[in-house]
């Protein structure tokens, strides 16, 4: 399934590319994602989700498969497997930013593919639940970043040159991060609404035949 999310950013489009670049800076912005580790351009990591009561947790790797400083363009490989082998899921997430005024405007094409319980809310509930996570995910980044701003701090970029007289070991070789874990998103809570607004009136009807059935008896 495609799914398309917009948003804006207040901070120039240079800084936007040098931030969204830098997954170990926008990591802990994320909902129910943790960083374990950086080797290059791979990073490893997980997702931890609930539905109802059931919590999965998604263990995987994400790659850029481009990054087009020239178009503001990025596109980013990623694959992760249930860790009790109840699902997995893919993703093909295209970043594409663009001057807006004093801001920059993001624009994100995730092709998704999911398998297992998640799965089984389908594209029109998966849509409402990543707008709201997207949603959550800017609220804090920009929060992050107005909090850097104020402490003069930028975010680090991968395409700092690197000094090859430094220690080999020191330069090569898997990076453990150390990320506190985070609260699992519950699926049912964030899609809310959408969720009661497409399956309610269903719920209903049942509701309304149990009780004839009983009147009945």
Known sequence: MELKNEFRVGVPIERAWATLTDVEYIAPCM???QLTEID???F???VKVKVGPITAQYKGVAKFKEKNESDYRLVLDATG???RGAGNAAAEVTAEMAEDGDGTKIVITTELKVTGKVAQFGRGVMADVSEKLIGQFVESLE????????????PATTSEPIDSSSDDEAETGPRKIDMPEPEPVDLLDTAGAPLFKRFGPFALVA???VLLRRRKR
């Open 207 to 209: 509701l309304v035949l």
């Open 143 to 154: 929060q992050k970043l107005l909090e850097s701003s104020s402490d003069n701090e930028e």
């Open 44 to 46: 490893k990591g997980q």
């Open 40 to 42: 290059g351009e791979e």
């Open 31 to 33: 909902p129910g994602a």
């Open 81 to 83: 497997r249930d860790t």
